[in-house]
């Protein structure tokens, strides 16, 4: 089995609009800042000196939002549920959502703006068949090579409200995106909006999520790895309480002998 790393990294040096903070404590520092713990929890006293060149363990402090790199979405992300009550967070979805067949749509002919329903029946027509229920479709919009410049938040097309809800009707819940958002760029949705006054321009993806449960994950990467179909893709969201958002490390799982070559393992 071939398994692609399908995650974009958490980097504290990239571009972000929300800064993103990687603090660094080496392991001289943690040596004495675990005496010091010792010392002032459980009152016990220990020289840090005594431990192979005074060092102890490395620790990384980091301070990003949840939507920071390779994240999985949550009902609770897109607000308040069109039927009322309260839409289930990240460590209440079901884990084996996150485990599935996944199939990828080749998108990297699509100009930023928005991709109708239109463009995904012609994609499904190439592949020659439509997601399945429950699969995890990936969209390879080819905007992950932007990653850690402004462009990549500016420039990418994203889906929108029929193309949306056709693989929802199909029985899709996880859709997956190379681009920073399931959406289309602010920009382009304000413009649309500005031009024709119509509110359906405006986060259409998110916001079928208030009448319809899924989860999506944004900020994947090296989509062009992969084969249309026959694989499997691991997206586990780290456990969150009360989230709307979850990390994961993406990969896609592909039997040897199946698929395309390339790609990370």
């Known amino acids: 089995m071939r398994v692609i790393d399908l995650s974009s990294s958490v980097d504290a040096s990239g571009w972000e609009p929300n800064e993103v903070v990687h603090e660094v404590m080496s392991a001289v520092e943690g040596a004495e800042h675990m005496a010091t713990r010792m010392r002032e929890n459980w009152g016990i006293d220990f020289d840090p000196s005594v431990l192979p060149g005074g060092e102890l363990l490395t620790l990384d402090t980091i301070t990003l939002t949840t939507h920071t790199g390779t994240h999985v979405d949550a009902p609770s992300h897109y607000g308040t549920p069109a039927g009322g009550g309260t839409a289930r967070h990240i460590d209440e979805m079901p884990l084996d959502w996150f485990l599935r067949p996944g199939m990828m749509l080749d998108l990297t002919d699509a ?6 329903a239109d463009r995904l029946r012609r994609e499904f027509d190439r592949i020659g068949r439509t997601p399945e229920p429950m699969d995890i479709v990936l969209l390879n919009t080819g905007a992950d090579r932007l990653a850690g410049s402004p462009k990549y938040f500016t420039d990418f097309p994203g889906l929108d409200g029929p193309a949306t809800e056709l693989l929802l009707d199909l029985g899709v819940r996880v859709i997956g995106t190379d681009a920073f958002s399931l959406d289309a760029p602010f920009g382009y949705m304000i413009e649309a909006y500005r031009r024709t006054g119509d509110t359906a321009v405006l986060w259409p993806a998110h916001f079928a999520g208030r009448s319809r449960e899924y989860c999506q994950i944004e900020r994947l990467s090296n989509l062009d790895a992969l084969p249309p179909t ?11 309480k009360g989230a709307g958002a979850g990390w994961t490390r993406a990969a896609a799982l592909i039997e040897d002998g199946t698929g395309t070559e390339g790609g990370a393992s």
Do not use: M, R
């Not at 100009?111 to 109708?116: E, N, S, Y």
């Not at 026959?230 to 969150?240: A, E, H, Q, R």
């Open 111 to 116: 100009p930023v703006g928005q991709i109708g």
């Open 230 to 240: 026959g694989f499997t893709v691991s997206c586990l969201p780290v456990k969150i």
